[in-house]
């Protein structure tokens, strides 16, 4: 199993360690909730090291990437990143990825562990330019520092105080020891925070420095258990849940990153899909009383099947069951009471707006 320059550290904080694709991280410290709430509350810091990075440059790196996702790269422009997919000829989704953009002929591609192997060989294999494709996730490690007292934190821990004044999705290279470190304003916790892209050999220094900065103020270690029921609270997809091979980003209800006139991979179904074609969408169900609804429950209204929730579980903040669903398009609209079957019983639901917990920056 693969481990990250940190799992020493998980190990020391006492960390119940799962295996997640082909991983060892911890899943939690003390407790989801514990470590959710910290992160609402103060911040929580996590060790993502297993997401794959990719550079793809050269004079036709954009080019390439033009042809590869579905969000136009006008968009983007040096120091900041955006979210989009790597999507396929039928307008699922290979990978959701985020581009951060260097400069011109020159971009750093974040994408899932999982799939991580699939999109090298993706982006490859739909490489018809000059652009050199560049794996280096081996070599970097990554840490998220997330919540609102994100900021302060940061600023005991680096000695340059540019991060500070990052907006939202931008960027900036720093010095950290005697290595260089990547920090992007940027996140999927629904929490203002930072993402700490750098060298392995500086890993450890930087987990243990940035939690005895932030031990006074609430940080605490968070793992996927947390990092999973954050996401789902801010209503963000997942790959594999939300987002498939099989379901477009029209139906996962993110196309708003659909947008490119270049000639990607998908276009013709997903421009059909945003005219109004899907035959399915992703709407919030949460549920008032008892039950916490899990991951392939169906959604019923009355005796009609509408669909399938694709991630559920517990809220900490809302203290109740929630989840998104993948239902018929035009079946559940907000406000709707609907039900969910839990363990053979179908319980009361009601259909809520996007997302459960707007986002805090």
């Given at each position: 199993?693969?481990?990250?320059?940190?799992?020493?550290?998980?190990?020391?904080?006492?960390?119940?360690?799962?295996?997640?694709?082909?991983?060892?991280?911890?899943?939690?410290?003390?407790?989801?909730?514990?470590?959710?709430?910290?992160?609402?509350?103060?911040?929580?810091?996590?060790?993502?090291?297993?997401?794959?990075?990719?550079?793809?440059?050269?004079?036709?790196?954009?080019?390439?990437?033009?042809?590869?996702?579905?969000?136009?790269?006008?968009?983007?422009?040096p120091g900041h990143c955006m979210y989009s997919c790597l999507c396929n000829e039928r307008g699922g989704v290979v990978d959701d990825i985020f581009i951060f953009m260097i400069g011109e002929g020159d971009y750093?591609?974040?994408?899932?562990?999982?799939?991580?192997?699939?999109?090298?060989?993706?982006?490859?294999?739909?490489?018809?330019?000059?652009?050199?494709?560049?794996?280096?996730?081996?070599?970097?490690?990554?840490?998220?520092?997330?919540?609102?007292?994100?900021?302060?934190?940061?600023?005991?821990?680096?000695?340059?105080?540019?991060?500070?004044?990052?907006?939202?999705?931008?960027?900036?290279?720093?010095?950290?020891?005697?290595?260089?470190?990547?920090?992007?304003?940027?996140?999927?916790?629904?929490?203002?925070?930072?993402?700490?892209?750098?060298?392995?050999?500086?890993?450890?220094?930087?987990?243990?420095?940035?939690?005895?900065?932030?031990?006074?103020?609430?940080?605490?270690?968070?793992?996927?258990?947390?990092?999973?029921?954050?996401?789902?609270?801010?209503?963000?997809?997942?790959?594999?849940?939300?987002?498939?091979?099989?379901?477009?980003?029209?139906?996962?209800?993110?196309?708003?990153?659909?947008?490119?006139?270049?000639?990607?991979?998908?276009?013709?179904?997903?421009?059909?899909?945003?005219?109004?074609?899907?035959?399915?969408?992703?709407?919030?169900?949460?549920?008032?009383?008892?039950?916490?609804?899990?991951?392939?429950?169906?959604?019923?209204?009355?005796?009609?099947?509408?669909?399938?929730?694709?991630?559920a579980g517990f809220s900490p903040t809302l203290r109740k069951g929630i989840g998104l669903a993948l239902v018929r398009r035009g079946t559940a609209q907000a406000g709707m009471d609907v039900q969910v079957e839990i363990r053979g019983a179908r319980i009361p639901a009601r259909v809520v707006r996007r997302p459960f917990y707007k986002f805090h920056d």
């Amino acid at each position: 199993m693969k481990r990250t320059p940190l799992y020493e550290e998980h190990v020391k904080l006492g960390a119940r360690m799962v295996d997640f694709a082909g991983w060892d991280l911890p899943v939690m410290y003390t407790s989801i909730i514990d470590e959710h709430a910290a992160t609402r509350t103060a911040a929580g810091l996590f060790d993502v090291s297993h997401m794959g990075e990719i550079l793809v440059k050269g004079a036709q790196a954009k080019t390439l990437l033009g042809r590869l996702i579905p969000t136009s790269m006008d968009r983007l422009i040096p120091g900041h990143c955006m979210y989009s997919c790597l999507c396929n000829e039928r307008g699922g989704v290979v990978d959701d990825i985020f581009i951060f953009m260097i400069g011109e002929g020159d971009y750093y591609i974040v994408v899932n562990a999982a799939t991580a192997e699939k999109d090298l060989a993706w982006i490859n294999g739909h490489n018809e330019t000059s652009a050199a494709v560049i794996d280096v996730s081996a070599e970097t490690a990554k840490i998220d520092l997330q919540g609102p007292r994100a900021r302060e934190i940061a600023a005991r821990v680096l000695d340059d105080d540019t991060p500070a004044g990052l907006a939202r999705f931008q960027f900036t290279h720093v010095t950290y020891g005697s290595s260089p470190m990547m920090v992007s304003h940027s996140g999927y916790t629904g929490e203002h925070g930072y993402e700490f892209f750098l060298p392995n050999a500086n890993a450890v220094k930087l987990w243990t420095g940035i939690l005895d900065a932030g031990r006074d103020l609430g940080l605490k270690p968070a793992g996927l258990g947390a990092r999973d029921s954050l996401r789902l609270e801010a209503a963000y997809s997942l790959y594999g849940h939300e987002i498939t091979d099989d379901i477009s980003p029209i139906e996962a209800g993110i196309g708003w990153f659909v947008n490119s006139a270049d000639d990607y991979i998908g276009k013709e179904i997903l421009v059909a899909h945003k005219a109004g074609g899907a035959g399915r969408e992703t709407v919030c169900i949460e549920i008032p009383g008892r039950g916490v609804p899990r991951e392939g429950c169906a959604v019923y209204s009355g005796d009609d099947r509408l669909g399938t929730m694709t991630s559920a579980g517990f809220s900490p903040t809302l203290r109740k069951g929630i989840g998104l669903a993948l239902v018929r398009r035009g079946t559940a609209q907000a406000g709707m009471d609907v039900q969910v079957e839990i363990r053979g019983a179908r319980i009361p639901a009601r259909v809520v707006r996007r997302p459960f917990y707007k986002f805090h920056d």
